[in-house]
């Protein structure tokens, strides 16, 4: 039985991709393409002939069966979206996990990713993040998932067409307010920008200066939750009610203390002076 490759494509200048990508690509026995006309280009720059089939969201309910036929007849397949790594808003995703339950090696071969390439240049916190594609167009569901966006922590990434951006530029202000966001545009393109600022100010900015070209924005996450006002005949009854509920003395007061942003000895003074003042 073969395996399945998720191979990562440039996603703009045709240098962004690894010379393992290249063997892979040159060495398999069929090709799984999103678009075979941009894969035909990258193919024959490096002067690659490997056999091409598409594979994208209008017939891959179809296609799927085919495929995973192919491999476990023992061929060798590569997919292939766009631009960066298949499966993560393209196609894939559906055909690795039949693939995975069929007893096939599926084998990531990593490289450029928009997401990713966004997020480092942004200039907002990258060690937490949540990747959230492309928001549902319109409706009922696109506000359900940016209200459910609002109280996350982490910095957001979307990918969006440039023929909606303002319209999901204004939707993001409506609901997380002024926040700062990365326009990424172009990446890795001649052309590539990165617009900062905040999020009203990127809507009169595009506004007045329609975009072009495949866009990811990255938007900060809100800030962490206000901390509860300090309040020490509150905090003595906390610790006490941890410990009714088994917590020992030192941990209940460092819980505390935590929940109230206080130093750990201004909890057990207050716990202190509320047993002296019982005396």
């Known amino acids: 039985m073969a395996s399945l490759y998720l191979v990562a494509t440039p996603i703009g200048n045709l240098e962004d991709i690894t010379l393992r990508a290249l ?31 598409s594979y994208h969201r209008h017939n891959q309910a179809s296609k799927t069966p085919y495929l995973l036929r192919m491999l476990q007849e023992g061929k060798e397949i590569a997919i ?27 084998v990531p071969v990593p490289g450029a990713n928009a997401a990713l390439a966004a997020l480092v240049a942004s200039g907002l916190p990258a060690g937490r993040f949540a990747f959230e594609g492309f928001l ?24 969006e067409a440039p023929h909606r951006l303002v319209a999901t530029l204004k939707d993001l202000t409506t609901a997380l307010g002024e926040r700062r966001v990365a326009v990424g545009r172009e990446l890795t393109k001649k052309f590539e920008t990165i617009w900062r600022g905040l999020l009203p100010e990127a809507v009169a900015h595009f506004q007045a200066n329609p975009p072009r ?10 800030g962490p939750p206000p901390l509860p006002a300090y309040d020490p005949a509150r905090a003595v009854a906390e610790v006490a009610e941890l410990e009714a509920r088994g917590v020992d003395r030192k941990t209940a007061m460092a819980r505390v203390a935590r929940r109230y942003g206080q130093p750990r000895r201004e909890i057990y003074r207050a716990c202190l002076n509320s047993r002296e003042s019982k005396l």
């Open 213 to 222: 070209g495949e866009i990811t924005l990255v938007v900060a996450g809100a």
């Open 23 to 53: 063997k892979v690509l040159g060495a398999v026995d069929l090709i799984a393409a999103e678009d075979t006309r941009r894969t035909r280009e990258l193919l024959a720059h490096y002067d690659l002939h490997t056999p091409l089939t």
């Open 80 to 106: 292939v979206s766009d631009a960066g790594l298949p499966g993560i808003s393209d196609p894939g995703e559906e055909l690795v996990r039949q693939a995975i339950a069929a007893g096939i090696t599926v």
């Open 136 to 159: 549902p167009r319109t409706g009922k569901e696109r506000r359900e998932r940016l209200a459910a966006l609002v109280a996350e922590e982490r910095t957001l990434i979307f990918y």
